[in-house]
């Protein structure tokens, strides 16, 4: 038997190719199939089932290529009403891959189709659970995505997802190996481990959401308390997961095709489309195409764009380095932004050599703003992280005005003062100016290395740090 987690750091989500004597089975795939039909093509295994753990929100799931592709059964949890052909399984139903089986353990409470799949080896032991998004590593699955669309609360649905861990999950044996869905850095969750996998009985000591003396009341409090409003682009992902989509591969065709200066200009001035610059923010600072926006490649790509962008109908034109236009097509694609147009041949340079007009962002250090404060005194400093971050440490002197929140941040940006803005590390806050560049402000000026630079400094008064664990 061999179990192979296939993580991608970008989403923080963890899909899992299984196989048996010559049979596989996918988990929770990515939209691009190609790693997955290769492994089992090296193998010489035949891929039987897609496992679907849900309707993914924060990603646009490969089931429905990789079916197509291999021939394999796409398998939801009970309650699920895909568009396309399924297998709707009922809840302890049983999969036979090679010499192990896969048991359905209907889960609702993340969302009403949640479930999660049980592993047992060849000698019929429990070895591993693929707990989808009901249950991480230090969390379990936010359940508020899913209260819409079903007509119930969140509250009802915390306290479904108590019964499901108190009912299917926690009875099984502490060897258990919990394989999740997502880790830190995932909004489907607010409190996940860096650790992508961990035993059962560990994680009944350590999650809080396990306590064994954790009454409903407490559990519904605890895991709806200190909920953020979900990226705009959830909801449209759930659709494309319920409903199909169009092929990567053809996804991957019109997004990659090379623009020339004039025709890229073209398209820009004729069509609707979003210039997406996803150079590294410096180098975007330094020069880029005026009303482009960046997002770089990176960073955390992916859910800053459905975070920014709120149509995923939206035409793109794509800047990007040399060579990684195929990849920016991907992971646009990855959370369902099928409508890049194409991309600048020869990129930032052969714009620049056409002698077409270019624009700029001041970026100075933290030395370089100590001395403007010095000089003039007042300085005004946007930190652009999440207000949790704020509140945990800031730069006394600084306005909180989260890129997560743009529409309602920009309301605090005087146009006609100069702004100074930073983030954590410098990436947040080009994105930020660059927005809203676009939409008509100049006076912003980006800090190169955001708030670490400006704390190790020394020459800025920083608040006294506030455990984030304490502020809810």
């Avoid at 179990?3 to 596989?24: H, N, P, R, V």
């Avoid at 927005?435 to 670490?452: P, S, W």
């Amino acid at each position: 038997m061999k179990i192979e987690q296939i993580y991608t750091g970008c989403l923080a989500q963890g899909a899992y190719y299984i196989e048996s004597e010559g049979e596989a089975v996918v988990i929770d795939p990515l939209r691009e199939i190609d790693p997955y039909v290769q492994k089992a093509n090296r193998s010489g295994a035949t891929i039987k089932y897609v496992f679907e753990t849900h309707f993914h929100a924060d990603f646009v799931s490969g089931h429905v290529d990789l079916a197509k592709e291999t021939g394999a059964t796409i398998i939801y949890g009970p309650t699920a009403t895909p568009t396309f052909a399924a297998h709707i399984a009922t809840d302890g139903e049983i999969f036979k891959i090679g010499n192990i089986t896969i048991t359905v353990l209907h889960t609702p409470g993340h969302t009403m189709e949640s479930s999660c799949y049980l592993l047992k080896d060849e000698q019929g032991k429990e070895v591993g659970l693929f707990s989808g998004d009901t249950l991480f590593i230090g969390d379990v699955g936010r359940p508020d995505l899913a209260q819409k669309a079903d007509h119930i609360t969140q509250e009802d649905l915390a306290g479904f997802l108590y019964d499901s861990l108190r009912n299917k999950i926690m009875p099984l044996p502490d060897t258990l190996t919990v394989y999740p869905a997502h880790g830190a850095g995932s909004a489907c969750g607010k409190n996940m481990s860096k650790e992508t996998t961990d035993t059962l009985g560990h994680q009944k000591q350590t999650n809080y959401a396990l306590r064994a003396d954790m009454t409903k009341e407490e559990f519904i409090k605890e895991v709806t308390e200190g909920l953020t409003a979900p990226p705009q682009y959830f909801p449209l992902n759930v659709q494309l997961n319920k409903q199909g989509y169009e092929s990567i591969n053809e996804v991957l065709k019109k997004g990659t095709h090379p623009l020339g200066v004039e025709a890229f200009e073209a398209a820009a001035n004729e069509t609707d489309a979003l210039i997406l610059d996803t150079r590294d923010p410096q180098t975007f600072a330094n020069g880029f195409i005026p009303n482009s926006i960046n997002i770089g490649i990176d960073g955390n790509f992916a859910p800053w764009v459905g975070a920014l962008i709120p149509d995923i109908k939206q035409t793109i034109l794509i800047v990007a380095e040399e060579g990684r236009q195929e990849e920016v097509v991907t992971r646009l694609a990855r959370v369902g932004y099928d409508y890049a147009i194409g991309y600048l041949q020869g990129g930032i340079n052969a714009w620049k050599k056409a002698g077409k007009e270019i624009d700029t962002i001041t970026s100075i250090t933290a030395t370089e703003l100590a001395a403007i404060q010095e000089a003039d005194g007042n300085i005004n400093v946007l930190d652009v992280r999440k207000q949790s971050e704020y509140e945990a440490e800031h730069v006394k002197c600084a306005v909180n005005a989260s890129l997560d929140y743009i529409n309602d941040s920009m309301q605090q940006v005087d146009k006609n003062k100069t702004w100074y803005v930073h983030c954590a590390g410098g990436y947040r806050s080009m994105i930020f100016i660059s927005v809203l560049k676009a939409r008509g402000f100049d006076n912003l000026v980006d800090i190169k290395g955001g708030f670490k630079a400006l704390k190790d400094s020394g020459k800025f008064t920083i608040t006294d740090y506030v455990c984030p664990n304490t502020m809810l």
